[in-house]
């Protein structure tokens, strides 16, 4: 079977000719080729794969040997049952405490952190669709807004306000989130 005659099966080809890819559509425009697994709400492009999905439902489900395993072959050690509204575009080399609070729709880019700090068990709360770039650091009782965007290897240790963006460690930017919830 040619490549062409397997797009056209999973209908990604249409009659129209080759190369026509055909994305499903909604009601916040087209949305990319994801199989079962949904869409960020913000950014249609963000979606789970088969390993994220994985991961978030062992978390959930704590299978014991085979949860440990599966973290251990991504790199992870995440201590609590991730909610089925997250996203992990890439799920590799994550750390979260067991005590971390995670909201809805939010994205959580490779290498990421989110601990406590020193002695103190405060740790972080993270609001809904909150993006969180690769390598980022997030740590002790901060609260990262709703919305909010940390850049790729920041490190936070002061609240977020809602709508903000922040790279670097703790610089917040004058331009409002691309993620911002309206």
Known sequence: ????DRARSAGLVTSAGE?????????????PP??????????????????ARVL????????????RLFMYYLGCDIGLALPTTVFLPHPMG????SKTRIGKDVVIGHQVTLGGRDLSMELPQVEDGVYIGAGAKILGGV????????GANAVITKNVPAGATVVGANRLLPKPSAYALD
Do not use: C, Y
């Not at 079977?1 to 062409?4: E, G, I």
């Not at 994801?34 to 390993?51: D, E, V, Y």
């Not at 978030?56 to 949860?67: A, D, G, K, M, S």
């Open 1 to 4: 079977m040619k490549d062409t």
């Open 19 to 31: 190369g026509s890819v055909t994305h499903e559509a909604s009601a916040s425009g087209t949305h």
């Open 34 to 51: 994801h199989g079962s697994s949904r869409s960020h709400p913000k950014n249609p492009w963000i979606s789970n794969g088969l390993a």
């Open 56 to 67: 978030i439902f062992l978390t959930r489900h704590q299978v014991p040997v085979v949860t």
């Open 94 to 97: 994550i750390v979260i405490h």
């Open 143 to 150: 609260r990262i807004g709703r919305g909010a965007t940390v």
